[in-house]
């Protein structure tokens, strides 16, 4: 399950998840590629990475648009000579209620999360299948893959989303040796999150000790979040399954919010 000579392409990978991600990718021995809008913070990652002893790129990449994407993918190819994995976690978060919610909002959050995955994918995938070696595909999913919360239709609509496009990847990358998985983590504690703790007490009227405690960890079986650690292992255990055994799969990794 090494990924010594495996080249990682991770989308929104200069901060959170994603560079968490990144990190241990290349300590396992990948060449990641930092993929994000900003590119000056996913230069600073990649430069990290390189002082650390790993292999790491940056390129600028707008997920929702398909020219910037193919532009990330085809820079990605021309320096590294091809992509093994892809990491699709870019995203955002925006909350309001239903009969609050823009319809730019809306649109916004789908065009990261769904388009972004699906755009990715289709410019990724090619090359996989020219190797011949077949590669992992990773979506970064939710929690809320599988479950509904207020406030969060865009969200939920976008992550129930990628369980289905996994799965259409997993039967038609399958006889390529292309899998594709969805990890689902609980609430992680990033500064998506944090934004999120003062936006979801107003909303439902509670404090924001409430909101974590009621809200965001009530189900989990011991309190606690998610930590980057925890999806970051994930991913990298998918990224190296060495057989097809593993496809088409949501693995979900919550503390026991929710349980499947």
């Known amino acids: 399950m090494a990924l010594n000579d495996k080249v990682a392409l991770v989308t929104g990978a200069a901060s959170g998840i994603g560079e968490q991600c990144a990190r241990k990718l290349a300590s396992d021995g990948a060449t990641v590629v930092i993929a994000d809008l900003n590119l000056a913070n996913a230069q600073k990652v990649a430069e990290d990475i390189v002082a650390n002893g790993g292999k790491a790129i940056a390129v600028a990449m707008d997920v929702t648009s398909e020219e910037a994407v193919n532009t990330g993918v085809a820079e990605t190819v021309n320096r590294l000579g ?25 649109k916004r959050m789908l065009a990261i999360h769904l388009d972004g995955a699906f755009l990715t994918t289709k410019a990724v995938i090619k090359h ?15 929690v809320h893959s599988h479950e509904a919360s207020q406030l969060k239709s865009a969200y939920v609509t976008a992550k129930h989303g990628l369980l289905g496009l996994a799965r259409v990847v997993a039967k038609e990358g399958g006889p390529r040796g292309v899998r594709a998985n969805v990890v689902c983590p609980g609430f992680v504690r990033t500064p ?19 909101v974590v405690k009621d ?17 970051a292992n994930t991913v990298a255990f998918l990224a190296g399954f060495e057989s097809s055994a593993l496809t088409g799969q949501s693995i979900v990794v919550s503390h026991g919010w929710f349980m499947q």
């Open 82 to 106: 091809g992509i093994d994995v892809l990491v699709s976690n870019a995203g955002i978060q925006i909350v309001n209620r239903i009969e609050d919610y823009a319809f730019s909002d809306w």
């Open 128 to 142: 996989m299948y020219a190797s011949n070696k077949g590669g992992a595909v990773i979506y970064m999913g939710s």
């Open 192 to 210: 998506l999150v944090d934004k999120q703790i003062p936006e979801q007490a107003k909303a439902l009227g509670i404090s924001e000790q409430q």
């Open 215 to 231: 809200v965001m960890l009530k189900e989990t079986v011991d309190g606690e979040f998610t930590s980057l650690e925890d999806v």
